[in-house]
């Protein structure tokens, strides 16, 4: 066969080798390129020894199938280069294709090119002679315009990142290699030796270099089994077919006469160099290719099982830094988290205790944008290259030029970057391992899991700890951290505050829920603003706070709970959109250990304390001690039911007040208390809520003892001013309720009783069923007495009038089914008409 037949033999097996690689390859622009350049190459050496050789069909067909091979290796390398650079095909690599392709179908027809050489012998040698026309200048123009055309894109490449030449430099030595073997081939002293195709075997080995740097081919793929058998067939055939002869001449065997000899002598050969060439190639591959890929492996699968068994964001780091330490020779590691989504990302572990990290990154920073739209690492002296980079503040590129930075990473939570990785250089002229970066992405990978379940676990805690509107600690978890705090200070001082909002329920009332729960928002961040890091906040009801204060004496708890509660009086102040009533709060104070011994008797001290505050007229702080314990202990066993007594009697006071300033208003107090409680009564209710809607009745119209009376007694029409005094005597009914705590229960049908069934009414707007009962029947009552009664401006309807005006209004101003029971009650004389008093 010869060495130029062996070494193109040779050749192939290397092309195949690389062929079964490139099926173990990641595909993309680049791998497939490579596709296209071992093809070329394969048409060319092929062609070439299977010419020589004058394989069928003939040696003829076989040039052709080299010339297309030389022909296309431009075009392959042109892909293969601007698919490594990243930059896009364009038509002039497709245009010289199609030129190429015109010009071997002509070159088949007539050898208008260059003709298919002539087969003669010399000295007994088989030698091909090629008739070299002027014509074949254009063949060598058109590649080497091409090439002229592919070196300036290069060139271009090159000059936008400079970091892309040392990525380049393993091709270009390749392609000049190539060139260099097909131009020494005509040298004499080379003669005969094939050292085109041996150069054509080295040019691909180096892109197969260029690729594994940029991790396109997996190194660890060569030790596969599959690639081993594979590998070790192609080389077991090559070496059998040159053993044979010599097996034959030392065993003296003939097929024809030792046929069955023959076949076991050589299946057993071929066995034995089949098991020794696959075992060399993995011993091979696994000590000298992957054994750092298969330690990197082991290293990483560690790691993912050591993270996988916590769920401590602050030890996965650690671990994550411990890895990558480890692996790589870098300088410093730093990680940066994000608290929370539009926060910057700070400094928050590193690899070494003594390192800075009073340093941030903004959400907003260009490689941060970058890094969480990308899922690989970003090289940081490529990125230097970027329009991302030049969008850059200066500032922030001062930042990370001078730690030094070498990789960044980022670290993902689902779809967001929860925490960017930040690599250091440990010198400033180490080369870029593209190695590492692949390592880089495999930790981050998996460390980027492990953050996402510690997240999901550390925001699983917070919800079951704290609560959802206020974002505070919940009672529960309270009163887990007040007992380990007073296991804590049992040798210094534990104070304790609870903070509970004055007639919530009135405010809710007046502005409803929603407005509510924003007061307590606002109520709690005045707290956590106050209290800061000092100690610990919880709602601990559903309008009351609970602070605790480790190291504060009752002194500064006390100033602290001040100045909470001034800032919660006027909190309402600052409201541009809507006005409303300032809020007050009642708070008690106790600590440990001189006002009580146990968890238990400091919480009953506070509500004690509290307590006392809210019997006391509300809108204060109580400081509990001994001494007050032992003053006061029996005021807080009265009989409830004598306070009530006592607020009967300023009832009676209060429409007493009315009288002597309005004796209209008290006149038309006691007639809707008849009307309503009639009206009550009919409807089937209990004694209680017939009690309820008599007192009600009593003091609905209370707060117009602050109107004055040129208003209460004009006889003409009413200005909007004057009406809008007028309306204000239902707030002002409350502030007046709202300080005898044991009739707080009749809120709900004097703050109601002006509103309107279709919700036009004030003070709230409310409509339908959102109107409480009671208010709804005294809005029925207090509206019939206005219409039966005469005032200094109207004359008092006629029972039928008015009766004809509730009907109509019914379902308008009235619920309409309270109107029909109340007209029934007038049929039937049920309710009779209370006559008008004559005005004095």
């Given amino acids: 066969m010869g060495t130029y037949g062996y070494i193109s033999i040779i ?6 080798f690389m062929l079964l690689m490139f099926l173990a390859a990641k595909r993309n622009k680049i791998v497939n390129s490579f596709l296209v350049v071992l093809t070329g190459l394969l048409l060319w050496t092929g062609g070439s020894a299977f010419m020589r050789a004058q394989l069928w069909p003939q040696y003829e067909f076989w040039y052709q199938v080299s010339l297309f091979g030389i022909l296309l290796l431009p075009y392959a390398y042109y892909r293969f280069i601007l698919a490594f650079g990243g930059v896009r095909e364009g038509m002039v690599g497709k245009l010289y294709l199609a030129v190429i392709l015109t010009c071997l179908v002509a070159n088949i027809w ?89 150069s054509g075997v080295v040019n691909v080995f180096l892109l197969f270099y260029a690729l594994t740097r940029r991790r396109l081919f997996q190194l660890q793929m060569l030790a596969s089994s599959s690639l081993c058998y594979g590998v070790g067939f192609l080389f077991s055939v090559i070496v059998f077919f040159n053993v044979v002869p010599y097996l034959q001449k030392m065993l003296h065997l003939q097929m024809d006469t030792n046929m069955t000899i023959y076949a076991l002598v050589f299946a057993v050969a071929f066995l034995v160099i089949y098991a020794l060439f696959t075992f ?48 790589m020779d870098v300088g410093n590691i730093y990680i940066c988290m994000q608290d929370a989504p539009g926060q910057p990302y700070r400094g928050f572990a590193s690899d070494q205790p003594l390192n800075d990290l009073a340093f941030s990154l903004e959400e907003e920073n260009p490689m941060i944008q970058w890094l969480s739209v990308h ?50 250089s440990p010198s400033s002229k180490k080369g870029l391992v593209y190695d590492e970066a692949q390592l880089i992405a495999s930790v981050t990978s998996v460390a980027s899991i492990a953050i996402k379940n510690a997240r999901m676990y550390e925001k699983a805690c917070i919800e079951a700890r704290t609560d959802e509107m206020t974002g505070l600690l919940n009672r529960k978890y309270f009163y887990e951290v007040l007992n380990e705090e007073f296991e804590k200070n049992k040798d210094s001082s534990l104070a304790l505050a609870i903070i509970n909002v004055d007639d919530f329920k009135l405010y809710n009332q007046l502005y409803g829920i929603k407005e509510g729960d924003v007061c307590l928002q606002h109520i709690a961040a005045i707290i956590r603003s106050s209290v800061g890091d ?111 007594r006592e607020y009967e009697t300023t009832i009676y006071a209060l429409t007493a007040a009315i009288d002597a300033k309005d004796h209209y208003t008290f006149s038309h107090s006691n007639n809707v208390l008849y009307y309503a409680t009639a009206l009550a009564a009919a409807l089937g209710m209990n004694e209680d809520m017939i009690e309820i809607i008599r007192q009600a009745a009593l003091l609905h119209d209370v707060g117009k003892i602050g109107i004055p009376e040129y208003i209460l007694n004009k006889p003409g029409r009413l200005t909007d001013e004057e009406y809008e005094v007028i309306k204000g005597h239902v707030e002002a009914s409350i502030d007046i309720i709202r300080h005898l705590p044991s009739l707080d229960y009749v809120i709900p049908a004097v703050i109601g009783h002006h509103e309107r069934y279709d919700g036009k009414g004030y003070p709230r707007r409310i409509a339908g069923e959102d109107i409480p009962l009671t208010a709804r029947i005294l809005c029925v009552a207090d509206s019939f007495d206005a219409m039966t009664s005469r005032r200094c401006y109207k004359k008092a309807f006629p029972l039928e009038v008015a ?24 049929d039937n004389g049920t309710i009779t008409l209370v006559e008008s008093e004559e005005l004095q």
Avoid at 133 to 155: D, Q, R, S, Y
Avoid at 810 to 822: H, I, S
């Fill in 534 to 644: 000092s100690g610990y906040i919880a709602r601990h009801g559903g309008k009351e706070f609970a602070v605790l204060l480790p190291k504060y004496d009752l002194f500064s708890a006390r100033n602290l709970v001040e100045s909470i509660a001034k800032q919660i009086f006027v909190m309402n102040n600052r409201r541009t959109d809507m006005k409303l009533k300032a809020v007050t709060v009642s708070a008690g104070i106790s600590a440990a250990p001189y006002a009580a011994r146990t968890v238990k008797e400091l919480m009953e001290n506070v509500d004690l304390a509290v307590y006392h505050v809210k019997h006391s007229g509300k809108n204060g702080i109580q400081v509990f001690d001994t001494m007050f314990r032992n003053t006061n202990q029996q005021g807080y066993t009265k009989d409830r039911a004598h306070i009530y």
């Fill in 280 to 327: 060399l190639w993995k011993l091979l591959v696994r000590n000298v290719f992957v054994k750092e890929e298969i330690h990197q492996a082991e290293k990483i699968k560690e790691f993912s099982s050591a993270i996988s068994k916590t769920l401590d964001l602050q030890k996965i780091l650690n671990e994550t830094i411990h890895v990558l330490k480890e692996l």
């Fill in 110 to 198: 007539n050898g208008f090119f260059l003709a298919c050489p002539e087969l003669v012998e010399k000295n007994g040698t088989p030698t091909f002679v090629y008739d070299i026309k002027p014509t074949i200048l254009v063949l060598f123009f058109l590649v080497g315009a091409f090439l002229l055309h592919l070196f300036v894109i290069l060139v271009h490449i090159c000059k936008a990142n400079p970091n892309m030449k040392a990525q380049y430099d393993p091709v270009m030595i390749g392609v000049v290699v190539l060139f260099a073997g097909n131009v020494l081939i005509s040298l004499p002293l080379l003669s005969g030796f094939p050292i085109d195709v041996l």
């Fill in 803 to 826: 009766r004809e005006k509730l009907l109509l209004d019914a379902g308008k101003q009235f619920d309409p089914d309270l109107v029909y029971k109340f007209v029934e009650c007038l």
């Fill in 375 to 424: 899922e690989e690492p970003l090289i940081y002296r490529e990125f230097r290259y970027t329009v991302e980079y030049k969008s850059m503040w200066e500032s922030e590129k001062h930042q990370l030029d001078k730690k030094r930075i070498r990789y960044c990473a980022g670290l993902k939570d689902g779809d967001c970057l929860a925490g960017v990785l930040l690599i250091t």
């Fill in 11 to 16: 050749a192939m097996v290397c092309y195949a």
